[in-house]
């Protein structure tokens, strides 16, 4: 197993365009989580999963975000409409039972531009 | 409600010398704690974890942090820095009877110096 991967590394995209992005856990790994990291903040909880269920999303996801994780594996993360405001770097992570007794294992992150 | 605080922005030891990142956290019930690194250009490593076990916390690369309740801190350091330590620190709190969210402080950015 080669950890978390996260696609693209990089993506810009010009305001109004939809985005979408695509993590692949750790495969044992039943608990799937995005956050999000602008520049000299730490990083935000959007949303996560266990296996193919959505248990919470932060109120920062707006309705233009959607997250899925359809068959308990991979998950991707939509962005509709993209805004300037949405330009940070997007982090996925995964862990085996609940991260907040173990911690998480990260992916290496997708940093979206909006121009 | 959950939140930490990272009392310093920026950190700058000499190569060698003790490193002391300091971090503040509130909860209304008992946590768990992390420390993570992020190296440029790179994902997010777990350090080391504390859950409710020893106070005193060893985790990898030296680092160190000590749990003091009476406190409320979570300050991580080590004997003798490396260049190789270089890099952005986050301390994180999170609540073991919530599955999800941990929250994130805004980072230390350690700069060692030759």
């Known amino acids: 197993d080669t950890g978390v991967s996260q696609d693209p590394r990089h993506k810009i995209t010009k305001r109004g365009q939809n985005v979408t992005f695509r993590c692949d856990p750790i495969?044992?790994?039943?608990?799937l989580y995005w956050y999000r990291q602008t520049l000299g903040q730490g990083p935000e909880f959007l949303t996560y999963f266990q296996n193919e269920a959505q248990l919470e999303k932060s109120r920062l996801l707006s309705d233009r975000f959607s997250a899925e994780r359809p068959k308990g594996s991979f998950s991707t993360l939509e962005i509709q409409r993209t805004e300037q405001g949405d330009s940070a770097m997007y982090l996925c992570?995964?862990?085996?039972?609940?991260?907040?007794?173990?911690?998480?294992?990260f992916g290496s992150g997708t940093r979206l531009t909006v121009v | 409600a959950q939140s930490v605080t990272q009392l310093d922005s920026h950190v700058s030891v000499s190569e060698g010398t003790p490193v002391l990142l300091r971090c503040n956290y509130s909860s209304s019930y008992s946590p768990s704690l992390f420390w993570y690194v992020q190296h440029p250009n790179k994902g997010l490593q777990l350090l080391l974890k504390?859950?409710?076990?020893?106070?005193l916390v060893k985790g990898i690369n030296g680092f160190e942090a000590e749990f003091k309740k009476s406190e409320t801190s979570f300050h991580l350091t080590k004997p003798s820095a490396h260049m190789s330590d270089a890099a952005e620190y986050f301390c994180?709190?999170?609540?073991?009877?919530?599955?999800?969210?941990?929250?994130f402080g805004d980072g230390t950015t350690l700069t060692v110096k030759p």
């Open positions: 994180v709190v999170s609540d073991p009877r919530q599955a999800g969210k941990s929250t």
């Open positions: 504390y859950t409710s076990a020893a106070t």
């Open positions: 495969s044992e790994h039943n608990r």
């Open positions: 992570a995964s862990s085996s039972e609940t991260g907040a007794n173990y911690g998480y294992t």
